[in-house]
Nanobody, 128 residues
Framework: QVQLVESGGGLVQAGGSLNVSCVAS????????MAWFRRAPGQEREIVAA????????YYVDSVKGRFTISRDNAKNTVYLQMHSLKPEDTAVYSC?????????????????????WGQGTQVTVSS
């Protein structure tokens, strides 16, 4: 069982920055590929960014490329999402997800169905 707890969401003006974090329980965090997803009101959950278990490989959805950065600290069992140049359309509940298996240390995964555990989410609201 893996528990994921997000923090750091909030309200920010358009153009601003916000960082969110996700702490995982368990002693094998370094073996989990991780990702951030988001769900806006009335929309499907979508991938935002994903990171391999080593942290050396990442994936971003086109809409956040150049503005968001995903990273991880395996010593702290934590994955981060730094968000800059935020737009109103970034408003959503942001959730982290963990996958128990990985093809290689460089593998990352971008589908909702790829992940085994989910956090409760943290609200990010960007005002115009």
């Amino acid at each position: 069982q893996v528990q994921l707890v997000e923090s750091g969401g909030g309200l920010v003006q358009a153009g601003g920055s916000l960082n969110v974090s996700c702490v995982a329980s368990g002693r094998t965090f370094s073996s989990y590929p991780m990702a951030w997803f988001r769900r806006a009101p009335g929309q499907e959950r979508e991938i935002v960014a994903a990171i391999s278990r080593s942290g050396g490989n990442t994936y971003y959805v086109d809409s956040v490329k150049g503005r968001f950065t995903i990273s991880r600290d395996n010593a702290k069992n934590t994955v981060y999402l730094q968000m800059h140049s935020l737009k109103p359309e970034d408003t959503a509940v942001y959730s982290c997800a963990a996958r128990l298996t990985s093809y290689s240390s460089r593998s990352y995964y971008s589908a909702v169905s790829d992940y085994d555990y989910w956090g409760q989410g943290t609200q990010v609201t960007v005002s115009s």
